[in-house]
């Protein structure tokens, strides 16, 4: 990576958005099983929408390639860094932005853990069906991007069935919004 760029990257995350050297550990670069051996120079973890965007469009235009990961759950090396790409951990895009009961949808980041979001709901005294052995680790943008089922898919649906809409950050950095109530 281009150190002007990492400089502004730096600039827009921050400390806690940046990590390289050794605070690069494992989980970023092996799968659950060991799997993958290419560790990243660099892993950039935003916080919001507004962070991802401006990450995605300053690679976008250096032609810098990135892989974006979530809970670190999947067992099919597509979240593994290959040579020369940065990771984009998306760990601290974590929070639950709304809970509306009385319409029964609640919205959250792509990094929330499916498990929080679980909680979140029985604590509205509503029920978010979707359930996976890893609830604890994976991330509700991991379970959209792959169409989680999980356990209850055969009364409740595919994780499509159950999302209204979608907030996501095209490859140029460009927000495309169809959040729905």
Same mark, same amino acid.
């Given at each position: 990576?281009?150190?002007?760029?990492?400089e502004?990257?730096?600039?827009?995350?921050?400390?806690k958005?940046?990590?390289?050297?050794?605070?690069?550990?494992s989980?970023?670069?092996?799968d659950?099983?060991?799997v993958?051996?290419?560790?990243?120079?660099?892993?950039l #973890?935003p916080?919001?929408?507004?962070?991802?965007?401006?990450?995605m469009?300053i690679?976008?235009?250096?032609?810098?390639?990135v892989?974006?990961q979530?809970?670190?759950?999947?067992?099919?090396?597509?979240?593994m860094p290959?040579h020369?790409?940065?990771?984009i951990?998306?760990?601290?895009?974590?929070?639950?932005?709304?809970?509306?009961p009385?319409a029964?949808t609640?919205?959250?980041?792509a990094?929330?853990p499916?498990?929080?979001?679980?909680?979140?709901a029985?604590?509205?005294?509503?029920?978010?069906?979707?359930d996976?052995?890893? #609830?604890?680790s994976?991330?509700?943008?991991g379970?959209?991007?792959?169409?989680?089922?999980?356990n #209850?898919v055969?009364?409740?649906g595919?994780?499509?069935?159950l999302?209204?809409?979608?907030?996501?950050?095209?490859?140029?950095?460009?927000?495309?919004?169809?959040?729905?109530?």
């Amino acid at each position: 990576m281009q150190p002007d760029i990492l400089e502004n990257l730096c600039d827009i995350l921050g400390a806690k958005g940046v990590l390289n050297g050794t605070d690069v550990h494992s989980g970023y670069h092996t799968d659950p099983r060991g799997v993958g051996d290419v560790k990243p120079d660099v892993v950039l #973890r935003p916080a919001s929408t507004a962070e991802l965007s401006q990450i995605m469009s300053i690679c976008h235009s250096a032609s810098q390639p990135v892989v974006v990961q979530g809970g670190r759950t999947g067992l099919v090396v597509g979240a593994m860094p290959q040579h020369g790409e940065i990771v984009i951990s998306l760990e601290r895009m974590n929070k639950i932005e709304s809970i509306d009961p009385k319409a029964g949808t609640i919205t959250v980041q792509a990094g929330t853990p499916l498990q929080v979001v679980q909680e979140a709901a029985d604590a509205h005294e509503m029920v978010y069906p979707l359930d996976l052995g890893s #609830r604890g680790s994976c991330s509700i943008g991991g379970n959209l991007a792959t169409n989680a089922g999980g356990n #209850r898919v055969i009364r409740y649906g595919m994780t499509r069935d159950l999302t209204l809409g979608i907030e996501a950050v095209l490859a140029d950095g460009t927000i495309v919004n169809s959040l729905n109530g």
